[in-house]
């Protein structure tokens, strides 16, 4: 089977890709045995999550990525759920 592979393909790839290495970044982060290790992992992560913002945008204007409005009674009840939420 020869497939050709387009803009969007690659697109939907390189977000993929970024949420993963988001992932891994984060768990690194989280996981450091130190402060300037876990300072260097969330600095690397601030990057890549502006970079995974920028692949997101580029898609959802060209149409390619299309997020669904929530519906106004589920926003209402996630801020029930979570509003008595103390850390």
Known sequence: MNSIRNDQDYANDLLMSEKQLCSALATAASEAA??????????????????????????????????????????????????TFTV
Request: net charge positive; hydrophobic share 30%.
């Open 34 to 83: 130190t402060e300037s290790i876990r300072n260097g992992f969330k600095n690397i992560l601030s990057g890549q999550l502006d970079l995974q913002n920028q692949v997101f945008k580029t898609m959802s204007s060209n149409g390619w990525y299309q997020v669904d409005q929530a519906d106004s009674t589920k926003i209402q009840q996630a801020k029930s759920k979570y509003s």
